[in-house]
């Protein structure tokens, strides 16, 4: 499950293109935050996460965020400042077992395209050609088309697919996405397909496709309507802090892991009825090539810090997977976060008031210094180190605690699928 929202010049404090995603992931899902360089090459094809693919010249410089496991990327931007994420969205229309995913398709179009409408081409001309398809999930079936935000800093737009057909919008303002469809009738671009259908009367692309159980229990049309209507109410005056804070997000207040629901924007696993948990976030200032990640799961306990294609990533240690390795920067964070999670009313407010001082200085900071890339690079070295500081000054705060029966025993079998002991 996964949240996107994206504000237009128009709709920001500064007049630039804010984009932001949370990726909800299973708990044991690692994400790997890297940066790939510009690359020629000479082979034919290149292997994707279940098919071959014919590969360019030349592909350009990215900044990824992925599930280990997969080629692909659940969202990332590339070195033209072009963002794209995407969501699962469940459909009556049978999802081929094997094919080009969704987030294969964010790194294809990252790595080949320059601008939103270029993207948008790019990733229609796969759909329309059958292409999409494979399963979502390492662990078991789960099997979905994607609907995807693409943007630049110039404009974005929402393009829903569902097997060979699509439609897309160009967004003014403001706009999200989540598990669910959201174009009705007022597409600015369709595939052949859905224009037929239009045209045989009164047509709405959501209701016609959406599978209404898959749907319904996945809750993507309330978070969706939550985030938008928080979008709405602050046009012309989002700001990055705002972007952060809806990613950090839940349902209800004071929060607490065991009573959360999949309507939290920030998710938190909590066994058959919330299987996902948020692994990773991204919010990018289009049009200043500043990008913010966590590259950690749980927004609310984690800090965004700034990447650049020019200043690079510092070392993140051993590339993360599925079972528990403290060399690991997105293993590190996630023991701490588990064990947070056991006493997370005892301290959530304290903490909270020690993770956002540190990321009004780190935004600060940011703001502040020249853009070359000796001092982006010095930038998101530092702002990574203070993060581990203070995930390092409340290791010895936070001791574990005992969680209610049913909601323990759900995260005990992950950890325990995980080699992970609190």
């Known amino acids: 499950m996964c949240d996107i929202l994206v504000a237009t010049p128009e709709a920001t404090e500064e007049g630039i293109t804010l984009f ?7 708990p044991n899902e690692a994400q790997i935050l890297e940066l790939i360089p510009r690359i020629r090459h000479r082979e034919e ?38 963002a794209i994420g995407n969501t699962a969205v469940f459909t009556k229309v049978r999802v081929p077992e094997k094919g080009i995913t969704g987030m294969d398709m964010i790194r ?30 390492k662990s078991h079936g789960l099997y979905y088309f994607s609907s995807f935000v693409i943007a630049d800093p110039k404009e974005a737009w929402v393009l829903e697919t569902v097997g060979k057909e699509w439609a897309a919008k160009k967004i003014e303002g403001v706009y999200s996405i989540s598990n669910a469809l959201t174009i009705g009738n007022d597409w600015d671009m369709a595939s052949e397909g859905i224009e037929a259908l239009a045209r045989n009367g009164s047509f709405s692309f959501a209701k016609h496709f959406s599978d209404r159980f898959y749907t319904h229990f996945a809750r993507g049309r309330e978070r969706r309507a939550f985030t938008l209507a928080k979008l709405k109410e602050r ?5 990055l802090e705002y972007m952060m804070s809806l990613l950090r997000s839940h349902s209800s207040e ?15 696993y909590g ?19 500043i990008h913010w990640f966590t590259g950690t799961s749980n927004p609310c306990l984690s800090i965004f810090k700034p990447v650049s294609l020019e200043g690079g990533l510092p070392d993140l240690g051993k590339t ?43 935004i600060e900071r940011a703001r502040e210094i020249e853009k ?24 010895k705060i936070v001791k574990p605690g005992k969680l209610p029966f049913f909601f323990g025993r759900s995260w005990r079998k992950v950890n325990e699928g995980a080699g992970l002991e609190l």
């Open 20 to 26: 932001a995603k949370n990726s909800d992931r299973e």
């Open 45 to 82: 094809m290149v292997r994707l996460t279940y098919v071959d693919f014919p590969q360019v010249k030349e592909t350009y410089a990215v900044i990824l965020s992925r599930p280990w496991w997969m080629w692909g990327a659940e969202m990332g931007v590339n070195e033209f400042e072009l």
């Open 108 to 137: 294809l179009a990252l790595e080949r395209t320059k601008s939103a409408k270029e993207a948008l081409e790019f990733i229609t001309g796969i759909v329309e050609d059958g292409l999409q398809g494979g399963n979502g999930s």
């Open 235 to 239: 046009a012309g005056k989002i700001t």
């Open 254 to 268: 004071p929060y607490r892991p065991e009573k959360g629901s999949m309507r939290d924007i920030c998710m938190h």
């Open 271 to 289: 066994g058959l009825t919330r299987p996902s948990q948020t692994a990773s976030s991204q919010v990018s200032e289009l049009g200043k090539g």
């Open 320 to 362: 993360p997977m599925d079972k528990y390795d403290p060399e690991t920067y997105w293993w590190r964070f996630e023991a701490f976060h588990r064990r947070f999670l056991t006493n997370y009313r005892s301290h959530i407010e304290d903490f909270a008031r020690e993770r956002d001082r540190l990321q009004a200085e780190i």
């Open 372 to 395: 070359t890339p000796e001092d982006m690079r010095a930038l998101t070295e530092w702002a990574f180190r203070e993060e581990a500081k203070l995930l390092e000054r409340w290791e």
